[in-house]
């Protein structure tokens, strides 16, 4: 799979490279993921708000820049994966930083054909994009993405940062609505998900509306 740059003009349509943020306020959250992030040897972690991060000095000057005041939060990804698995979305960018390098395999919501239930992706529509570490970037609401993938050996580290309460708990719907626009995509707060047929998520319930092969970039990147 051919794996893009965030500095091509292809990614401008999937997300934006945020360079004149000052290393004052990116070099903390970059050391804090180089040394409290843990990283599994096999599969990923995710922590939604991690005190590492949101202790940092920077944490709610950061979060104003990002978020314009909306109550935010400052988590991490960390781990080893190659395989796209699910494609998700929010009602808000997204944005990461990197220890390391990491690559994100993106779409577009309006490649996705049909609604709710009925919603597939053709997975060959997916592009990957490398993102070098310590470059922030935002991740636009109607990008499709989700856990990072690795770039090389040592795994991954990276900075999910999103509204408040993302991620969360699955919220209960009014029962009237619960098939309604996107709602059978719900899989937590503000999270809509699409899953793979050979995903964990699939196993567990989630819609499985991705087409095709399940990426794996593991080639790609030896």
Known sequence: MLIESIYDESFSS????????????????AQALAEHAPCPEDGTKYEASA??????????????LLFGGRPA???WCCGHNTHLNC????RSSEF????????????KRH??????????????????????????IEVFADTLHFAPCQAGDEGFRTLIALPQGTNGPLPELDSALASAGDAP???ASDKWLIAHAESK?????????????????????A
């Open 73 to 75: 939060q400052l988590g």
């Open 96 to 107: 990461n930083l990197g220890a390391n390098d990491f690559i994100l395999l993106l779409a």
């Open 111 to 136: 490649q996705v054909e049909g609604m709710g239930a009925e919603a597939t992706l053709d997975t060959s529509l997916v592009r990957a994009f490398r993102v070098p570490a310590d470059v922030l």
């Open 87 to 90: 494609l998700e979305y929010h």
């Open 185 to 187: 995509l719900l899989w």
């Open 51 to 64: 005190a590492a991060l949101e202790e940092l000095e920077v944490a709610s000057a950061l979060k104003g």
């Open 14 to 29: 999937y997300g934006r490279v945020w360079a004149d943020v000052p290393a004052a306020f990116t070099e903390p959250v």
């Open 201 to 221: 998520q699939a196993a567990a319930g989630a819609h499985v509306g991705l087409q095709g092969e399940n990426i794996d970039i593991a080639a790609d990147i």
